[in-house]
C-alpha cells in the first residue's frame, strides 16, 4: 500500500527493561529516522515536541474470573493461599462449551485467564475518577514528537531487502509526504523504587520470595490441559505448600527470631540499679506510640486540649502500669523491660509484615500467628518455668524458635521431595509428544525456581546472623559480639538436645562438636555457642552448595559472556561469520539451563539433607567421632560464614553491593513485578496495562485540525515491552475488550523474549507462542536450520494478536529474546560477508500458490552479531531502514 499526501501515522515506543529516563526511547526512534542516509531515499523533517495529558481508564474485564463457583477448593489456611489456586478452580469448575477450544485457542485461553486474575480486581484511576493513592494520577503525561517524511522516489541502500536481494512492493513504490508522530509508552516509573541501599534489599528479598510463587505459576497454569490427572494434581498440592513454607513461616520466624533477641538487651543496655527507672520510661514511650497508632480510630475533637491531653493519657497510663507493676507488685523491672522489647519487635513485625503482605497475601495474619508464638514461649519460659534469669528465658525462647524454623525447612524438604516424585511421573506419562514437552519444561521451572529462591534466602539470612554473632560489631573491647554483650562471659544453659531433638535442639555438647572445641562445653563462651549454633544451622555442607550453586551461575555467566561483551561496542550490521558463532554459542547456553536447574536442586535440597544426615548418623554410633572430611566441613562452614558476617557489616561493602547489583536486580524485579499478582487491587501489569490502553484509546479518537485521524499505527517494542505489547493486543483480540476500533497495526518487536524465554519456562502460559517449547524435548542444538528463502508460517500468529503485520528482529547474542518463527538462523544477510550495507535477509509467510495472493503478516530477520541493547542507535541501520519502510508502508 503506497502513501498518500493526506496520510499520517503513529509510531508507540514502548521501552525494555533497565532504567529509562522519559521520553529516551521517543527521543531514540526520532534519531533513528532523521539518521537516514541521503541514498536511502528518505528523509524526515526536524521533530517538534508538546506535552499531551492521556485521561486514564484502566482496562476492565468481562466475565470475572472469581465467580462464586471458582472458590479455591481448600478451605484450610486460606489467607495463605496463592492467587492463582482462583485458575485452578475456574477451569475446574467452568462449564464446558458446547465445543471445546483447541490447539492455539486453548493455550490462548490460559493466557486471556491469567490476565483476568490480574485485571478484575484492580482499582485505578478512571473509576470513579479518583486516583487509587495521593501517589497517582488520573491522567498519563507523555511528549509527542511531530514531524513528517518528504516525498521520495524508490527506495535505494542497503537493509531491508528479502532474500536474493528482491524489493518488497512497497520498497518500489513512490510516497508522498507522510505525517508522523512519535508517542512513547513509558512504564518504567511505574515498578522502580528508589535507588538506595533499603530499597536493594527490599527488591532482592522481594526477587527471592517471588520467584518460588513463579515455580507454582509453571505448574498451575498447565491445569488447564492436565487437571483430570491426579498426578498433575498432586503435584500442583506440593508446588503451592512448598511456596506457602518457604515464603511465609521461613522468612517470617527469620524476623521473630531477631526479635526474641530484644529480651536479653536491658542487661547490656541499662545499668545496674537503674532499671526500674527505664522500664517505667520505656513503657511511656511505648504508650505514646500506641497513640500514634491508634489515632487513626479515635473519634475527632473540636477541642485543642482534649488533642493534646489524648498522647499525655496514654503515657501516663501506661508508665503508671509499669511504676504499679514494679514498685507494688515486686515485678522485676528486668523481666518488664523484657516484655517491653517484645512490644518494640511487635513494632518491627507490624512494619516487615505490611510491607511484605503487598507482595505476598497472607503475611500479616502468619506473622502475627507466629509472633504470638514466640512471646508466649518467652512467657511461659520466664514466669511458668521459672527459669533463672530473662537471659536464660531469652536463649530457650530463641531454640524453640529456631526449633520451629528447623522444622520448617524439613516440611520444605518433604514436599520438594514429593514435587521431584511427582513431577518426573507427570511429564513423562503425558499422552502426547507436545504435551509431553510442555510438562518437561514446566517441572524444569518449578524445580528451579524454588531451589534457587530457597539457596537465596539461607544464604542471606546466615550472612545478616553471622554479622551478629561472628564479626565483631558491637562493643569497646576487640573481638566482642553482640552475643558476649548480651549473655556476657558464659552462655546460659540451653534445652539439651536429646535423641530425635538433636535435630531441632543445639545444646553446648553439640555445639562444641561443630566447632571442635577443645575445652570443656561448660565452660563455652556464647560466642563459641552461637557459632556452633550458626555451622548446625547451615549445616556442615554449606560451602558444598555454595560451590555447587557458583557452578550454576558460573555456567549462565559462560552463556551470556560473550554477548555481554558485545554491549560496550556493539558491532555496526556485523558480517554473518562471527554473528553466526554468536548465534550458536548462546543457544548451547540456553540449552544448559536445564544443567544449571539441576544443580541449584542439588545444592538446595541433596547436600542440605545428605550432609547432617550422615554427621547424626556418625555421633549416634556410640558417641563416634566425625570424620576427618567433617571436621573440614565444619571448619569451612565457620570460616565461610565468618566472611559472610563481614560483608554483611560492612557498610562499605553493602554500599558497593547496592550500587553494582541494583542494575542487574532492576532488571530481574521488572520481569518479577509484571508478573507479580499482588496487591490484588493494584498489580503492577494491572497499572502499565491501564496507561497502554489509554494511550490506544487517544490514538483511535485523534483527529488533527482538518478532522482526519491516523491511517496506520506501528508499535515499536524492545525486551519486555514486547511482551507487555503481545500479552495487551492478545487480551484486547480475544476478549473483544471496550476499546475503540484503532487504525491498522504494525507489530514491531526486537529482542521479543516471548519464545526463548517465556514459553520456554512457563510453557502453559504462553502456550499460544508455540506449542512445543524450545528445550522441552529436543536441545536447541537438535533443531534444523530455516533454509533460507524458506516460508515462514508457524506459531505465533499474528491474527491472534489483531494486528496487520508482525515483524521482529533480532541479534544472534540476544539473551533475552531472539528469533520468534525461525529456527537456529544466523546469518544477517544471503551475500558474502554479510555486512552492512549488504541487503539483509528478511524471511516472510509470503503467500504462494495456490494461497490467494495478499501481503504477508509475518516479517523476521537477524541483524548481526551483539547483545540485547543497542537496537535503537548507530549500530542497527537495518532497524532505521526497515522502520521507515514500516511507516510509509
Known amino acids: 500500500m503506497s502513501g498518500d499526501e493526506n496520510s499520517k501515522a503513529a509510531v508507540v515506543v514502548v521501552h525494555g527493561v533497565g532504567y529509562h529516563e522519559p521520553g529516551a526511547s521517543a527521543d531514540a526512534v526520532s534519531e533513528l529516522l532523521l539518521g537516514l542516509k541521503a541514498d536511502s531515499g528518505s528523509t524526515y523533517t526536524p ?41 485452578t478452580a475456574a477451569w ?58 518528504s516525498a521520495s522516489g524508490a527506495t535505494g541502500g542497503g537493509g531491508g531487502a528479502p532474500p536474493g536481494g528482491k ?25 522502580r523504587p528508589d535507588n538506595t541501599i533499603l530499597s536493594f534489599f527490599q527488591g532482592l528479598y522481594q526477587v527471592l520470595f517471588h520467584l518460588a510463587s513463579l515455580s507454582r505459576l509453571a505448574i498451575s497454569t498447565g491445569s488447564k490441559e492436565n487437571g483430570k490427572r491426579a498426578v498433575w494434581r498432586w503435584l500442583d498440592g506440593v508446588q503451592v505448600w512448598a511456596v506457602r513454607v518457604l515464603t511465609l513461616p521461613i522468612p517470617i520466624l527469620s524476623v521473630i527470631l531477631f526479635v526474641a533477641l530484644f529480651g536479653a538487651f536491658p542487661r547490656s543496655l541499662y545499668p545496674v540499679g537503674r532499671a526500674d527507672i527505664h522500664a517505667v520510661v520505656v513503657s511511656g514511650l511505648l504508650g505514646l506510640a500506641v497513640c500514634l497508632i491508634a489515632s487513626r480510630w479515635l473519634p475527632a475533637t473540636r477541642w485543642t486540649l482534649t488533642w493534646v491531653l489524648i498522647p499525655v493519657l496514654f503515657i501516663v497510663i501506661f508508665a503508671g502500669a509499669a511504676a504499679l507493676t514494679v514498685y507494688l507488685g515486686g515485678f522485676s523491672p528486668w523481666s518488664l523491660l523484657a516484655l517491653e522489647g517484645w512490644g518494640v519487635g511487635a513494632g518491627i513485625v507490624y512494619a516487615s509484615a505490611s510491607f511484605y503482605d503487598e507482595v505476598r497475601e497472607g503475611a500479616k495474619q502468619t506473622a502475627w500467628i507466629l509472633y504470638g508464638f514466640g512471646l508466649l514461649s518467652f512467657i511461659w519460659r520466664l514466669f511458668v518455668c521459672r527459669d533463672a534469669s530473662v537471659e536464660e528465658a531469652t536463649l530457650r525462647t530463641m531454640q524453640i524458635i529456631l526449633a520451629a524454623l528447623r522444622a520448617s525447612w ?56 553471622s554479622a551478629l554473632f561472628v564479626k565483631s560489631t558491637t562493643g569497646k573491647q ?3 559480639t553482640i552475643a558476649a554483650s548480651l549473655f556476657g562471659t558464659r552462655i546460659p544453659e540451653p534445652i539439651s538436645g536429646t535423641s530425635l531433638l538433636h535435630i531441632f535442639f543445639v545444646d553446648k555438647a553439640d555445639a562444641a562438636r561443630f566447632l571442635m572445641v577443645p575445652t570443656n562445653p561448660e565452660e563455652m563462651t556464647p560466642n563459641d555457642y552461637f557459632r556452633g549454633v550458626l555451622i548446625w544451622s547451615a549445616t556442615p555442607g554449606f560451602p558444598l552448595e555454595l560451590l555447587i550453586l557458583a557452578a550454576g551461575f558460573f555456567l549462565l555467566i559462560l552463556w551470556a559472556l560473550p554477548s555481554v561483551f558485545s554491549e560496550g561496542d556493539p558491532p ?170 484503532t487504525p491498522p497495526i504494525t507489530l514491531f518487536t526486537m529482542g521479543n523474549p516471548v519464545r526463548q524465554l517465556l514459553n520456554r519456562f512457563f510453557p502453559h502460559l504462553y502456550g499460544w507462542v508455540r506449542r512445543e517449547p524450545d528445550n522441552g524435548l529436543k536441545e536447541l542444538s537438535g533443531l534444523t536450520p530455516t533454509p533460507v528463502g524458506a516460508r515462514i508460517n508457524s506459531d505465533p500468529e499474528p491474527n491472534m494478536l489483531g494486528v496487520n503485520l508482525w515483524v521482529n528482529a533480532y541479534r544472534s547474542g540476544d539473551y533475552v529474546g531472539r528469533s520468534l518463527w525461525l529456527d537456529e538462523r544466523y546469518n544477517r544477510s544471503t551475500a558474502q560477508p554479510g ?55
Open 478 to 480: 576487640p573481638g566482642r
Open 47 to 87: 521533530f517538534t515536541a508538546e506535552t499531551i495529558h492521556v485521561p486514564l481508564r484502566p482496562l476492565e474485564t468481562r466475565e470475572p474470573l472469581q465467580s462464586p463457583s471458582a472458590k479455591p477448593a481448600s478451605k484450610l489456611l486460606t489467607f495463605m493461599q496463592e492467587r492463582t489456586v482462583y485458575l
Open 572 to 741: 555496526r550490521g556485523s558480517a554473518n561469520a562471527p554473528s553466526i558463532r554468536m548465534g550458536r554459542w548462546l543457544s548451547r547456553g540456553l540449552d544448559a539451563t536445564a544443567i544449571v536447574a539441576w544443580l541449584a536442586w542439588i545444592a538446595a535440597f541433596v547436600v542440605t539433607v545428605i550432609f547432617p544426615a550422615v554427621y547424626w548418623i556418625r555421633l549416634s554410633l556410640d558417641g563416634a567421632a566425625p570424620w576427618t572430611w567433617m571436621k573440614l566441613l565444619n571448619h569451612s562452614t565457620g570460616t565461610t560464614l565468618a566472611w559472610l558476617g563481614l560483608g554483611a557489616s560492612s557498610v562499605t561493602v553493602l554500599a558497593a553491593l547496592g550500587k553494582s547489583g541494583s542494575a542487574i536486580l532492576d532488571i530481574i524485579r521488572d520481569v518479577d513485578n509484571y508478573l507479580r499478582t499482588s496487591p490484588r487491587d493494584f498489580t503492577p501489569r494491572a497499572r502499565i496495562l491501564e496507561r497502554y490502553v489509554s494511550l490506544l484509546r487517544y490514538l483511535a479518537a485523534y483527529k488533527d485540525e482538518k478532522g482526519e485521524g491516523y491511517s496506520r499505527i506501528v508499535i515499536v517494542a524492545h525486551s519486555l515491552g514486547a511482551l507487555i505489547s503481545g500479552d495487551l493486543l492478545l487480551y484486547l483480540r480475544q476478549t473483544g475488550s471496550a476499546v475503540p476500533a
Open 92 to 149: 475446574r469448575e467452568r462449564k464446558a462449551p458446547e465445543k471445546a477450544a483447541e490447539g492455539k485457542e486453548a493455550s490462548a485461553e490460559v493466557a486471556v485467564d491469567f490476565m483476568r486474575l490480574l485485571l478484575e480486581d484492580y482499582r485505578g484511576a478512571g473509576k470513579d475518577n479518583e486516583p487509587k493513592s495521593a501517589g497517582d494520577s488520573t491522567a498519563y503525561q507523555t511528549t509527542r514528537l511531530m514531524g513528517g517524511r
Open 410 to 465: 524439613a516440611l520444605l524438604l518433604m514436599l520438594a521431595i514429593a514435587a521431584l516424585i511427582f513431577g518426573s511421573i507427570v511429564w513423562r506419562t503425558a499422552p502426547s509428544r507436545e504435551a509431553k514437552a510442555r510438562a518437561r519444561a514446566a517441572v524444569r521451572t518449578s524445580r528451579m525456581a524454588l531451589a534457587m529462591p530457597a539457596l537465596g534466602i539461607m544464604i542471606v539470612t546466615m550472612a545478616l546472623w
Open 835 to 889: 555486512a552492512y550495507p549488504q541487503a539483509a535477509c528478511i524471511e516472510t509467510d509470503r503467500p504462494v500458490p495456490p494461497d490467494p495472493p495478499g501481503p504477508p503478516t509475518r516479517e523476521e530477520m537477524c541483524i548481526g552479531a551483539g547483545g540485547h541493547v543497542h537496537y535503537w542507535d548507530e549500530s542497527a541501520p537495518d532497524i532505521a531502514e526497515r522502520l521507515d519502510q514500516l511507516i510509509r508502508q
Open 167 to 191: 524489493a518488497s512492493p512497497a520498497q518500489g513504490a513512490k510516497t508522498g509526504p507522510t505525517g508522523l508522530h512519535i508517542y512513547e509508552m513509558y512504564w518504567a516509573d511505574l515498578l
